[in-house]
């Protein structure tokens, strides 16, 4: 099994709202991340985990929240979001974090988030 | 800085080679990697080169690396209209976050029939 999914597909949510997306793989992969695409933009690192410690915060608004309950799960908690922050949220896993070898991520499908 | 840099668009005829640029800013960038992105989908590891080869060879695909210019290229061989996507060249720099992967702007490939 190398997949990761994500769940919804789609999320339409208002400014005051609050909803989660959710990652999951089954690799045994000891680190996940969450990337931002904006459209026809490349992604952009937002968290990453290792062993489900937060390893990497790349200076994200702490409207978005991420937590990993576990080592196949991966949450992104979105709260008071702006309709700037309408993007491809896309997770991804790896085997590990590499100290500069190689590394493999593999992402899901992504989350369509869209802020109204 | 960390820019990597690749043309926006390709437009190719089926069974044509297609070939996707890509200029790396980090050369001291140990891997190198293609992904491709179908339309409504993640990204999808393609292939990748280690920073001491010039080249790759992976059935229809051909990964050229000129560290002296920092210049990687892809080649598709026989192009499909199924390899329609966007394509990425992604580098993990030295100097930034550990598993940040950089990834250029993409360049989207479309094949004619």
């Known amino acids: 099994d190398t997949e990761v999914t994500q769940t919804p597909k789609h999320l339409v949510m208002g400014m005051t709202n609050k909803k989660s997306l959710k990652c999951e793989q089954h690799?045994?992969?000891?680190?996940m991340y969450w990337y931002k695409q904006k459209a026809k933009k490349p992604p952009e690192l937002m968290f990453v985990?290792?062993?489900?410690?937060?390893?990497i915060n790349e200076s994200v608004p702490s409207r978005f929240s991420p937590e990993c309950p576990n080592s196949s799960l991966l949450n992104l908690h979105l709260h008071a979001l702006q309709p700037e922050d309408s993007a491809l949220y896309l997770c991804?896993?790896?085997?590990?974090?590499?100290?500069?070898?190689?590394?493999?991520?593999?992402f899901g499908p992504g989350t369509r988030l869209t802020v109204t | 800085g960390e820019d990597v840099e690749q043309s926006l668009f390709l437009s190719v005829r089926e069974g044509d080679s297609s070939v996707i640029n890509c200029t790396y800013t980090?050369?001291?960038?140990?891997?190198l990697y293609w992904y491709k992105q179908e339309p409504g989908a993640g990204l999808q590891l393609l292939t990748y080169?280690?920073?001491?080869?010039d080249m790759k060879q992976d059935q229809r695909l051909t990964v050229l690396l000129n560290k002296k210019d920092k210049h990687l290229s892809l080649r598709i061989a026989d192009t499909q209209t199924g390899d329609s996507a966007i394509y990425f060249c992604?580098?993990?720099?030295?100097?930034?976050?550990?598993?940040?992967?950089?990834f250029g702007k993409g360049t989207k490939l479309s094949v004619k029939p």
């Open positions: 991804a896993s790896s085997q590990d974090i590499p100290a500069g070898g190689f590394n493999e991520q593999y």
């Open positions: 690799m045994g992969h000891r680190a």
């Open positions: 985990y290792s062993y489900e410690k937060l390893s």
């Open positions: 980090d050369s001291s960038s140990t891997y």
């Open positions: 080169i280690f920073s001491n080869m």
């Open positions: 992604a580098e993990t720099p030295s100097g930034g976050s550990q598993g940040n992967l950089i």
